[in-house]
T-cell receptor, first 117, second 111 residues
Framework: DGGITQSPKYLFRKEGQNVTLSCEQN?????MYWYRQDPGQGLRLIYY???????QKGDIAEGYSVSREKKESFPLTVTSAQKNPTAFYLC????????????????FGNGTRLTVT | QKEVEQDPGPLSVPEGAIVSLNCTYS??????FMWYRQYSRKGPELLMY????GNKEDGRFTAQVDKSSKYISLFIRDSQPSDSATYLC???????????FGQGTELSVKP
């Protein structure tokens, strides 16, 4: 079955450590996205990538980094510079040319819950 | 003021009730309106989308858009316990190329 796989489901880290969240998709989608979800704040866009080897900052990119070396993969690194890293992180993808509108929805993974203490 | 406002709830209703979920938005240039459903510890999934004022039905779900009031609604008829989830409105701003999510409303349907 096609879909988006995020791993691990739960992740615990000590403050000051970088951590990388995995996102893999087999939907053959060009565009991929990282969102952060906090209680009462909805989803906020961290980074997105429309094609391989290219990515753009979203609304809250500070303290995060990404890479897009393969179409299928879009890992997110939460660095020690991110002041409030504890959150639920969601990866999504969409086909080319349709993005986030029309009848082509964002396909989401099931998220990684990161806890930093 | 947030660009999209949604009452976070929680909202609790008995099985069979009609549920009304609402969002308001501030930018009249917003063009595409979506509702996502998110079960606990899962990613959101698209439930409905529309781009024009008026109603759109899909089974027990009706999405309503009032562009003059900048108000969107999702109605659920004959609600079921399986409808218990968080419902997120999302609005696409074509000119800015942005998809903006509401805070989400947590719904619980009691048997």
């Amino acid at each position: 079955d096609g879909g988006i796989t995020q791993s691990p489901k739960y992740l615990f880290r000590k403050e000051g450590q970088n951590v990388t969240l995995s996102c893999e998709q087999n939907l053959n989608h060009d565009a991929m996205y990282w969102y952060r979800q906090d209680p009462g704040q909805g989803l906020r866009l961290i980074y997105y990538s429309q094609i391989v080897n290219d990515f753009q900052k979203g609304d809250i990119a500070e303290g995060y980094s990404v890479s897009r070396e393969k179409k299928e993969s879009f890992p997110l690194t939460v660095t020690s510079a991110q002041k409030n890293p504890t959150a639920f992180y969601l990866c999504a993808s969409s086909p080319p040319g349709q993005g986030v509108a029309y009848n082509s929805p964002l396909h989401f993974g099931n998220g990684t819950r990161l806890t930093v203490t | 003021q947030k660009e999209v406002e949604q009452d976070p709830g929680p909202l609790s209703v008995p099985e069979g009730a009609i549920v009304s979920l609402n969002c308001t938005y501030s930018n009249s240039a917003f063009q595409y309106f979506m509702w996502y459903r998110q079960y606990s510890r899962k990613g959101p999934e698209l439930l409905m989308y529309t781009y024009s004022s008026g109603n759109k039905e899909d089974g027990r779900f009706t999405a309503q858009v009032d562009k003059s009031s900048k108000y969107i609604s999702l109605f659920i008829r004959d609600s079921q316990p399986s409808d218990s989830a968080t419902y997120l409105c999302a609005i696409f701003y074509n000119q800015g190329g942005k998809l903006i999510f509401g805070q989400g409303t947590e719904l619980s349907v009691k048997p």
